[in-house]
Structure formats: C-alpha cells, structure tokens
C-alpha cells in the first residue's frame, strides 16, 4: 500500500497570500494518477485536480499542481476566504490510498 | 447533473453488518465506477474500494474480509456491507463516482478522479 503524508496537519496563512501544500508518497506514483480534493466542515469532498495537474470544472486556476515521483505540491497563488479548508491528496494505484490531509486556517 | 445519495441504519450494534446503499440520480450507473469511502470522526478519508457496473470490484486490503459491494443497474444503486463491525468503522460513509483511468494511446493512462460525492451518512457502532 502507498501511504501518501501531508504535513504539516495544519497551516495558517493572511488572506491572498500562497500556499503550498505537500504530499509525500512512500514509494513512487505515477504523477498523473493523483488527485486532489478539498472539504469544508460538515461537506463532502470535491475534487479540485485530477491526473496530477488538471483542475475540474469550475476550480479557479489559483490552483495549482508541481511535483512528480514522491513529492508533490499543491499551490493555491492567492487565497481568498473560501480556501480556508481541508486538503487531501489521492493516489489511484492498485489499491487508491488518501493523504492524512492538510488543514489551511486563517492567521 | 449527476446526484448520489446514501442511506442506511445509523446506528449499527458491535458484531453486526453494516448495510448502505447509495442511489444514483441524473445518470445512468452503466458507465464508470462507484465507490465508498468513510471518514472517522476528525479523521482523514478512507477508501474502502469501488465497484464498476459489471460487478467487478476492487476493495482496500485492510477491509477486503469484511466488505462486499453489489451493484443493481436496475434501480440505479450500488451497496456496501461491512461484516463484523466495531467502534472504530463509526464513521461519516460517503458514496462517489471515480472515473477511473483513461488510458492514452501511448501506454500512459489520467486518473480522472472521483467527481461525485454524496452528501455522506453517518454511521454509529454501538450497543
């Protein structure tokens, strides 16, 4: 099983400042088998980037995806008050395994 | 536009199965894969694996003794059963749809996601 880790759990950052958010896979994955999703509390999860860097429809392009082999990199350029949320990531191998995710709160 | 909704018991009894079923709306389930996926209370996500209209299926390691998924194209649902649960599969169970992999004509193949939630049911293990 490929675990994928995202951390730091928790990072604060100002309104329109630039996040990135890491996910480090134990073993290599294929960059376009990752996903990435965001939840807000009490919401499910929706799908933000699919096959490493395309954003699903209607996902501002703000949000970006970097990385390739264990490491990749969620950037949102400029974030604004509906980004403050909850963000995993997902890799679709043999067996699809979810980040521990990374919460982004206000400063 | 494509709508899944899960339902089931709420509350489930340590040792007994656990039964959802997510129905889905706007859509035909003939295409793609479903799939479940849970989230302990203040946890991260967990896939519990997915199902494609055939009935082929593919479930997480850790669960694949305890869980059965089935398909009914009829109705448009697809069910989850968990086998001998315990208070650690209390969890929020949501359905989705996955898109799978599109396979390009160079051997490379995208993850397209899973682009349909449910709204999420919880699920309580207790006596």
């Known amino acids: 099983e490929i675990v994928l880790t995202q951390s730091p759990g928790t990072l604060s950052f100002s309104l329109g400042e630039r996040a990135t958010l890491s996910c480090r896979a134990s073993?290599?994955?294929?960059?376009?088998?990752l996903a990435w999703y965001q939840q807000k509390p009490g919401q499910a999860p929706r799908l933000l980037i699919y096959?490493?860097?395309s954003r699903a429809p209607g996902i501002p392009d703000r949000f970006s995806v970097s990385g390739s082999g264990r490491d990749f990199t969620l950037t949102i350029s400029r974030l604004q008050p509906e980004d403050f949320a909850v963000y995993y990531c997902q890799q679709y191998g043999t067996s699809p395994t979810f980040g521990g995710g990374t919460k982004v709160q206000i400063k | 536009q494509v709508q899944l909704q899960e339902s089931g018991p709420g509350l489930v009894k340590p040792s007994e199965t656990l039964s959802l079923t997510c129905t889905v709306s706007g859509g035909s389930i003939r295409t793609y894969y479903w799939s479940w996926i849970r989230q302990s209370p203040g946890k991260g996500l967990e896939w519990i694996g997915f199902?494609?209209?055939?009935?082929?299926?593919n479930y997480n390691p850790s669960l694949k003794s305890r869980v059965t998924m089935t398909i009914d194209t009829s109705k448009n649902q697809f069910s989850l059963k968990l086998t001998s649960v315990t208070a650690a599969d209390t969890a929020v169970y949501y359905c989705?749809?996955?898109?799978?992999?599109?396979?390009?004509?160079?051997?490379?193949?995208?993850?397209?996601?899973?682009?349909?939630w449910g709204q999420g049911t919880t699920v309580t293990v207790s006596s």
């Open positions: 096959g490493a860097s």
């Open positions: 989705a749809r996955d898109l799978g992999l599109v396979w390009l004509g160079d051997s490379q193949a995208i993850y397209y996601g899973m682009d349909v």
């Open positions: 073993q290599t994955v294929t960059n376009t088998y």
């Open positions: 199902i494609y209209f055939s009935g082929n299926t």
